[in-house]
């Protein structure tokens, strides 16, 4: 695999999925994998603390971005994070999907088929439509504890913040190509 595939990989796990998956991303043959297990077990545990700590503080600014754009007042920001912490929850759930769709694109890059790219596009546009059904339902939730209005702000902010999210992704992985 291209190194700059795999790091492109290793930058898009960790923004949708977090340490587990970035610990997968590095790929190596057979024989070297055994020696870079014994080997650099202790340097995966680093990176992989490390990794986490980056998470959360990209989640921790992405929180911090949502909370000012939304100006809530206490008694709405009191409804209003349940609600996104049970909608952020379920979106890191979804996103183990699309860490899957890259990882096995990555997996087939270079030995990409007309089936394999059918899967994986089949793949992405079924985690897009899941992702936007529970962003509806975050709106429906929303707009029933506190109003259309502050949910439609939510919906803006995060659309806007998911579209950073995505272009960055596409920005990172190469164009699918047929040898």
């Known amino acids: 695999m291209a190194p700059r595939l795999v790091t492109a990989i290793a930058a898009l796990l960790l923004l949708v999925a977090g340490s587990a998956a970035l610990s997968q991303s590095t790929p190596v043959s057979a024989s070297a994998g055994a020696d870079q297990r014994r080997s650099s077990g202790g340097r995966r545990d680093n990176v992989q603390e490390y990794v986490k700590l980056l998470r959360a503080d990209i989640h921790a600014e992405k929180t911090k971005i949502l909370g000012s754009a939304m100006q809530l007042d206490a008694a709405q920001a009191e409804k209003f994070w349940p609600i996104y912490r049970d909608y952020d929850a379920r979106l890191a759930k979804l996103n183990d999907m699309r860490v899957a769709n890259i990882l096995e694109y990555a997996r087939t890059y270079s030995d990409m088929t007309d089936i394999k790219a059918d899967e994986l596009a089949n793949g992405a546009i079924v985690y897009h439509k899941r992702r936007i059904e529970l962003l509806a339902t975050c709106y429906d939730n929303l707009r029933e504890a506190l109003g ?32």
């Open 148 to 179: 259309s209005v502050v949910a439609a702000r939510f919906m803006q902010v995060e659309g806007q913040l998911l579209s950073i999210i995505d272009l960055q992704i596409a920005s990172e992985l190469p164009l699918m190509w047929q040898d």
